[in-house]
């Protein structure tokens, strides 16, 4: 038997040889007659007959689906016997994806699985790969894909791919975001004179980003408070002195919050000729805030 393979929506076309000794032809779906001479007995406007000739006997299947894929006979009578000859037609279909996870929204630290399911003939393989310039290669080949204890690195888009050669592979994109609780990177005390434009800056990464507040010494700075100017941006604060007065001098605390946590950093405006460390300054990690003595004479200076 031979096999006739196509791709869905294509025209397949079947033939039989056939010579000066056949009385009678047909082609048979089964045990359906589509054609027996240049007589069509099937209603399917799709089945046309191309050739009918000493030499050949052939029909067309015209938008091949996968309802038409199976065994078709051509049965040949001669003055002798009757004779066949069977042609099996396969329908290649191009992949889909028919069922992916939705966007997802997850704490750092939970567990995340993705979904992916495609159809097509022969059956789709499944990959899933992450988009990020870190990822390499593929993380997963199969229709599920799990992360355990997902981190923040691993936050972004992760695209399923199904393939199967008959078409190019179809993709689709799922995008996962990891909350976390803020983390400040960037915290510098500063230096500036009295009349001097001075400026604090305080950098927060967070998922969702990070409200900032500003302290001096116990005290909340309000916006719009005068003389300065709090201007705050997805992750990042700034505090600005328009004319620095000795008053200004001391210490401040940037506080970082979001519904996972908060934390905090303390850097120092400090004026001309203060013996200062550019280091210090207060860390707060796991809960915790680290600040670094500073000598009595200079915190008189200071205050």
Not at 40 to 52: G, Q, S
């Amino acid at each position: 038997m031979d096999n006739v393979t196509v791709r869905q929506g294509e025209s397949a076309t079947l033939r039989c040889s056939v010579d000066n000794r056949v009385t009678r032809v047909a082609w048979l779906n089964r045990s359906s007659i589509l054609y027996a001479g240049n007589d069509k007995w099937c209603l399917d406007p799709r089945v046309v007959l191309l050739a009918n000739t000493k030499t050949q006997y052939s029909i067309q299947i015209q938008d091949v689906d996968v309802y038409d894929e199976g065994p078709y006979t051509c049965s040949v009578q001669t003055d002798n016997h009757p004779k066949t000859s069977r042609v099996h037609l396969i329908v290649q279909v191009s992949p889909k994806i028919t069922e992916i996870s939705s966007d997802i929204s997850i704490n750092e630290g939970g567990n995340v699985s993705l979904t992916c399911i495609a159809t097509g003939r022969p059956d789709p393989t499944i990959t899933w790969r992450h988009i990020s310039p870190k990822a390499v290669g593929f993380i997963s080949e199969d229709e599920y894909l799990e992360i355990t204890g997902i981190t923040r690195e691993q936050s972004g888009e992760y695209e399923c791919s199904a393939s199967n050669d008959v078409a190019a592979p179809v993709v689709q994109r799922v995008k996962v975001t990891v909350n976390y609780p803020p983390y400040i990177s960037g915290a510098k005390s500063t230096g500036v004179p009295v009349g001097q434009k001075g400026i604090l800056m305080c950098e927060a990464s967070a998922v969702p980003s990070a409200d900032f507040q500003w302290y001096k010494d116990d005290k909340r700075l309000a916006e719009g408070q005068k003389g300065l100017k709090v201007e705050n941006k997805a992750f990042s604060s700034k505090l600005t002195f328009f004319n620095v007065s000795e008053q200004d001098y001391g210490n401040y605390t940037c506080v970082a919050s979001n519904q996972l946590g908060n934390t905090n950093a303390s850097m120092i405006l400090y004026g001309p000729g203060a013996v200062h460390d550019g280091n210090n300054g207060a860390w707060r990690r796991g809960g915790c805030v680290w600040l670094l003595a500073l000598p009595l004479a200079q915190l008189a200076r200071h205050f």
